[in-house]
């Protein structure tokens, strides 16, 4: 398979999102977030994604030359209407709100409604710790719903993310998570394989237990995350809805049709209530003592939460970023059509 | 087993509470915090407290007389130092200080350190609910720990809770967990009654799952809640460590030797975002939609998070709550010996 640098990819993306119509500086930010999540490894969210926007662009669910608009605004808060822009631009555009009326203020909340797909949640946390700034997303979506309520067999709520980064002296410390047991992305790959995917993901349309993917299409639903206490994901899950849909605005699961997320942005500037440096300094001291601890058999590490990916991220720095074929074929077809230069 | 009214534990509480030299205020409210666990079903959290809190009164961990310290403030934040006073005493004022200011500002958020035990966390929430407000409290726990880095084999972590409130035109939506799979307490409830515990609460020394409680307490640990999603759990104890411990000084698990919670409570004002009444029928209509899912077998109702605990509260108003001979015993001799009333 051809190896690509993250710059690459990001120039094809640029190139692409500009021809659809976008200015340079919502190109930058779509193609920035779209070849950072393929460096993560979140390839799901990379640029595999582009011919699904283009027919979504003809469509009309995304406006390529509109902005989000302020619909109600605070020192301290906002809630924005996405405004049929890429979700990417909203979501950033609103962090960049948040983090100038968090510097300002030592918090801020943004609140967002009729947004398009914002993408990879974890990208915004990290760039608001790249800023100093401890971030929490509640990021639903609607439209869609694949999780049913604990002891429920209806899907009434979606995978709904919640994503917290911290600032440190090096990389941002990254929770982010599903409130689900899986995305729905692990079943259909184990449906297409013909494979059986493990107990506890997913229940059929009775509410049992079940290790046939095809069982989830066919009216049943993932587990909220938790296993035994499955209930504790159930509730984050409602968190979520509730900072995300319901404080928005923008709808949750299946009361809406309309397909999205809603956002719920919390900053706080943690020199609000310390001095940075020794804000750091215990950072620092933290991420040591939980290294620390022994391992596991098997285990060769303790890892910190946003590890992984950044581990992912060394990796492919050094040997690029594979594109299958049939990814290829696609995003070429697509140059062509809008004239660009292919990858 | 006799059985008590709210008010008659309340009344009780507060008399031991005033006995041992604190205000009517304080009394009032560390009487009234216990008497409602009692009343939620938390009788762990209830009044079976007050020997215990005498004890560390007179060991000096507690000092009835002292009031919270505010360390740093700003119109929307504040920090906190708990300065030995009882833990529920600067927990409420702190919360009351937070709600006074997103009622402001539209958001706000207060750090503890240096703080007591705050009681059921449940209860912070609810009491910011009923002035209209959702509230995050991130609770951690320092001077003990069991919870393990996923992957690892040391206790680095405590049970560390998460509890978020959301108002609803009744009662408010109570997300109030802790980031383990279980509390210690149940582990202990096992090993006193000599039973094993399920499969997959807590592992050995070596990292080895177990069901012998017995293991937890010769250097085992118990699990972050998640089942195989376990480093999601895990991932939600080290947040809950960074914003209460972290973030406002107070330290985290074993990194300190002084036993307590180290706290962060977020308030967000609704009618920052949108109009209380279109606020507060979004939420309704979302409650609908999550019961209206058909239950599984054997399950006969949708809850929403913080129902069981509701319903419980129902049920005791009407039965009155028992208080065990044991407990009785102790309270009645904690009476004598402060000369006030029996129960």
Redesign the interface.
């Known amino acids: 398979m051809p190896h690509y640098t993250a710059i690459e990819l990001q120039d094809f993306a640029h190139s692409i999102i500009n021809a659809l119509g976008s200015s340079e500086e919502q190109s930058k930010i779509v193609a920035e977030h779209l070849a950072t999540s393929n460096l993560a490894g979140h390839d799901s969210h990379g640029v595999i994604r582009l011919p699904q926007y283009r027919n979504h662009v003809n469509e009309e669910k995304i406006d390529p030359k509109a902005e989000p608009k302020i619909i109600?605004e605070?020192?301290?808060?906002a809630?924005l209407d996405g405004n049929k822009a890429w979700g990417q631009v909203v979501a950033q555009k609103a962090l960049d709100l948040g983090i100038k009326k968090a510097k300002n203020?030592?918090?801020?909340?943004i609140?967002i409604r009729n947004c398009y797909h914002i993408g990879r949640v974890g990208v915004y946390p990290i760039n608001a710790a790249k800023e100093g700034l401890?971030c929490q997303v509640h990021c639903n979506g609607h439209g869609v719903a694949r999780v049913?309520?604990?002891?429920?067999?209806?899907a009434?709520?979606a995978t709904n993310p919640i994503s917290?980064g911290?600032p440190t002296r090096e990389d941002p410390?990254l929770?982010d998570?599903t409130t689900s047991?899986v995305a729905e992305g692990k079943v259909r790959v184990s449906l297409n394989a013909n494979k059986d995917i493990?107990e506890?993901w997913i229940?059929d349309k009775?509410?049992q237990a079940t290790t046939n993917p095809a069982d989830l299409y066919e009216g049943g639903t993932i587990l909220p995350?938790?296993?035994?206490?499955g209930?504790?994901?159930?509730?984050?899950s409602?968190?979520v809805?509730?900072?995300g849909?319901?404080?928005?605005?923008a709808g949750?699961?299946?009361?809406t049709k309309k397909f999205g997320n809603g956002v719920f942005i919390?900053l706080?500037d943690?020199t609000?209530?310390?001095d940075q440096d020794?804000?750091l300094n215990?950072?620092e001291?933290?991420k040591t003592?939980?290294?620390?601890?022994?391992?596991?058999?098997g285990?060769d590490?303790?890892?910190?939460?946003g590890e992984p990916e950044l581990n992912a991220e060394k990796a492919r720095v050094k040997t690029g970023i594979d594109l299958d074929g049939g990814t290829l074929v696609q995003l070429n077809l697509l140059a062509e059509e809008l004239g660009v230069e292919g990858i």
Chains 1, 2 share one sequence.
């Open positions: 109600k605070t020192p301290t808060t809630l203020n030592g918090l801020s909340a609140a401890i049913a309520p604990w002891g429920g067999t209806d009434k709520m917290v911290i410390i929770v998570i047991v493990p506890g229940l009775t509410g995350f938790g296993g035994a206490q209930h504790k994901g159930y509730g984050l409602l968190i809805d509730l900072l849909g319901v404080l928005s605005g949750c699961g299946f009361m919390q706080t943690p609000a209530f310390e020794e804000f215990r950072v001291a933290y003592y939980i290294k620390e601890s022994p391992t596991q058999d285990v590490d303790i890892l910190l939460p």
